[in-house]
């Protein structure tokens, strides 16, 4: 395993994935560049950042006085440019925006030319091709996914998917920084939904199917889950947690990705986005949250 040179990270998008992203490298001691387009998604990412370096805290899991530390680790800006600064210039980029190829395509495009030629271009993307997004560039061999999962200081696995045009040297760097992080880093192959959520989606797209059949209430279809199967959380809860427009899309994408019709989205789930019902988010989804 090659010594790690990277110390500078810049993550661009400041919401949920993006803040737990600068949240736990800054902890781990990198400098982190975080980059949104407006100040307001940066402070508020701050605060979050800020709230859950606190309570980790006050678990006893990290020394009061490094939530300070890690916090004054973290530069925000809107300037994506400032990504070029010499004195600044992260050695990697994490991109966690949202979720559309036209807005990541238009990213990667633009890191491309601002970053210096030896910088990495990660994307924490959860469905989108990495191949795709690596042909966007003049460095797909420097491109790959680090996908991280919600809540990322929690949650102890890195899905690091490998691009076709992905070189070792790329792999070899992303699997240490993962390490350093205190992660597991799992390495698969580009495909539709990777691995984790081409087999966590179906699964919420049945409990959706067992509702909306009238097979059980939520409620059930969750206990069922967790008595039966010990997750921490059944899928429906999973669902709202996750935002069920984020679920919608992901199967929409395995679906056209792979063409088969097991992976069309349930009806209740899309009637329900439609309807603005969108989980913990937006306060209602299979539950409400006032
Ligand atoms: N930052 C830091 N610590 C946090 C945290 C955060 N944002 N959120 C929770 N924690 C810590 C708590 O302090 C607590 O620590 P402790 O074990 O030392 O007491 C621990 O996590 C558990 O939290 P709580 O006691 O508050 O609540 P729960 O026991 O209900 O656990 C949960 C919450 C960790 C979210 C748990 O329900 C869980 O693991 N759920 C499943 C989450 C999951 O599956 N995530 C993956 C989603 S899929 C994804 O992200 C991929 C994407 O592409 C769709």
């Known amino acids: 395993m090659p010594e790690n040179t990277i110390q500078t990270i810049g993550v661009i998008g400041a919401g ?18 975080l980059c949104d387009i407006q100040q307001d998604f940066l402070l508020k990412a701050k605060d979050r950042i800020r709230t859950n370096l606190n309570r980790e805290a006050a678990k006893g ?28 210039a992260p050695q990697i980029v994490i991109e966690a925006a949202s979720e559309r190829f036209d807005l990541k395509a238009e990213l990667f495009q633009s890191l491309d030319k601002i970053l210096p030629a030896e910088a990495i271009l990660a994307t924490n993307t959860s469905s989108i091709s990495i191949t795709k997004l690596a042909a966007q560039t003049q460095r797909p061999a420097q491109v790959i996914g680090m996908h991280f999962f919600n809540p990322v200081p929690v949650m102890a696995l890195v899905e690091i998917i490998r691009g076709l045009q992905t070189n070792q040297a790329t792999y070899d760097a992303v699997h240490a920084l993962s390490k350093l992080l205190g992660k597991t880093p799992i390495e698969v192959n580009d495909s539709p939904g990777f691995v984790s959520n081409r087999v966590l989606m179906p699964l919420i797209n049945e409990a959706a199917f067992t509702v909306m059949e009238g097979v059980a209430t939520a409620e059930a279809v969750d206990q069922v889950f967790q008595l039966g199967m010990a997750h921490p959380m059944g899928p429906l809860t999973l669902a709202d947690f996750i935002g069920l427009d984020v679920c919608v899309d992901i199967l929409r994408m395995l679906h056209q990705g792979l063409g088969d019709p097991k992976y069309r989205p349930c009806p209740l789930l899309v009637r329900m986005v439609d309807a603005g019902w969108l989980g913990r988010k937006s306060g209602r989804g299979f539950y409400s949250y006032p």
């Not at 600068?22 to 400098?31: C, I």
């Not at 899991?61 to 600044?88: C, E, G, S, Y």
Request: hydrophobic residues 45%; charged residues 15%; aromatic residues 6%.
């Open 16 to 33: 949920t994935m993006g803040s737990g992203i600068a949240h736990v490298f800054a902890r781990s001691g990198f400098s982190v560049i």
């Open 61 to 88: 899991k990290l020394p009061q006085d490094q939530v300070d530390q890690a916090l004054a680790r973290i530069t925000t800006t809107t300037d994506r440019t400032a990504l070029a600064q010499a004195d600044f």
